[in-house]
């Protein structure tokens, strides 16, 4: 280490290299979460199936989003709850094998 | 056996895909291997006047391509290294002048004349990217230490993976002094942020600038610390995989080392 950036350090100053590379892993982030509209509308209507599988929601007010800060990084979904649909006690496939039973299906 | 198709990539311009592509080039023809290194810069052609073959372009990439002429009409003979050949690029046509099953086609044929085929990649990420990756079978990624360089090669590493390559970094343009002195991006940072294997580490070296002003092998420079790196990350690449990685360091005098000694644990 020279003289020059050892006065640096005691004078509490970061190196421009950790500066550097600061900037350079926030930037990465943010351009992985860099998204197409359409895979967002895709992961929303995937969303929309499973949670109502559970929920009655009004499917016109959800929103989704990625939210950054410096920080950390999120993605945001919000949607208004109906009701809990209390239908789901018993699983889809559970069910199938009755309908396709043969004396079901003539 | 079919020889292998290897791209020289980078994504931002300017950081040594063209130096390094001849240097390997030159380096791996040295070692005996037969070897063609190939412009894919359509319209922007440099390779040629790096290896000071630019007088004697006859016919270039495009015209193999549009059936005007056969791979060993436009490949042309290095003048100093047996075994080396170039196939420029057209200096007339648009990027949009070979697609992609040009070059699967193309390199079909390559792989068939030729041990070892450097493509040397144009900027960018658009169709002269494509039409260089899409049928290599191995990739180097170059970048210097500085933030927009690490930034494109994270993007090309990116999507080299999605085409199933798997990406050897090459960190060049290093300035010992500035890494010692925490005022450049050290190779250990670069490779934590990018996650990919090192291939190699060149550092920053007037004699690139010399050889490129002359036009001859930057490989044959004995003194060159660059041409030696080059030399070092031919064979890592092609048979010697295990060959150490050289740190270029700050030639130190006795006061330096001593001094660096006390305070290297800050
Ligand atoms: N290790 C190095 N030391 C000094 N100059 C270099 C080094 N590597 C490349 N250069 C110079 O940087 C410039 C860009 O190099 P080039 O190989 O043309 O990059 P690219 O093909 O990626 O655009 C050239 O002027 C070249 O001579
Ligand atoms: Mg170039």
Not at chain 2, 120 to 145: H, K, L, W, Y
């Amino acid at each position: 280490m020279s003289l020059n950036s050892l006065l640096k350090k005691i004078m509490g100053k970061p190196a421009s290299k950790d500066v550097a590379k600061n900037r350079l892993k926030f930037a990465l982030l943010t351009d992985k979460l860099d998204v197409k509209k359409e895979t967002l509308k895709d992961l929303q209507k995937d969303l929309i199936e499973i949670i109502s599988r559970y929920f009655e929601i009004d499917k016109d007010s959800i929103s989704i989003d990625i939210q950054r800060s410096e920080e950390c990084s999120a993605l945001v979904f919000s949607s208004p709850i109906i009701s809990a649909n209390h239908n789901r006690g018993v699983p889809a496939a559970k069910i199938m094998p009755v309908h396709k039973s043969p004396a079901n299906s003539v | 056996m079919d020889g292998k198709i290897i791209v020289v990539t980078s994504g931002k311009g300017g950081v040594g895909k063209t130096t390094i592509t001849a240097s390997i080039g030159a380096a791996l023809a040295l070692q005996g291997k037969r070897v063609a290194v190939v412009d894919m810069d359509i319209g922007l052609r440099n390779l040629d006047v790096v290896m000071g073959l630019e007088n004697r372009i006859v016919f270039n990439i495009v015209d193999i391509i549009q059936g005007r002429c056969k791979i060993k009409q436009a490949a042309i003979k290095d003048r100093r290294i047996d075994n080396l050949y170039l196939i420029p690029a057209s200096q007339s046509d648009d990027k949009n002048a070979i697609k992609p099953e040009n070059m699967v086609w193309l390199c079909g044929k390559m792989r068939k004349e030729f041990d070892i085929t450097l493509l040397d990649c144009p900027a960018g990420i658009e169709q002269g990217f494509r039409n260089s990756i899409v049928a290599a079978d191995e990739a180097v990624v170059v970048c210097t230490p500085e933030v927009s360089a690490v930034r494109d090669a994270d993007r090309i590493i990116g999507l080299l993976y999605a085409q199933s390559i798997t990406p050897k970094l090459v960190v060049n343009r290093i300035v010992p002094k500035m890494v010692e002195n925490g005022d450049m991006l050290s190779h250990e940072d670069v490779v934590e942020v990018l996650s990919v294997d090192l291939l190699g580490l060149i550092e920053m070296d007037e004699y690139v600038v010399v050889s490129t002003n002359t036009g001859t092998p930057l490989v044959l420079q004995e003194e060159s610390k660059a041409g030696k790196a080059l030399r070092r990350i031919a064979l890592r690449l092609d048979g010697h995989p295990d060959l150490p990685i050289e740190n270029p360091m700050i030639q130190k005098t006795f006061w330096k080392k001593l001094s660096s000694k006390f305070s290297r644990k800050n």
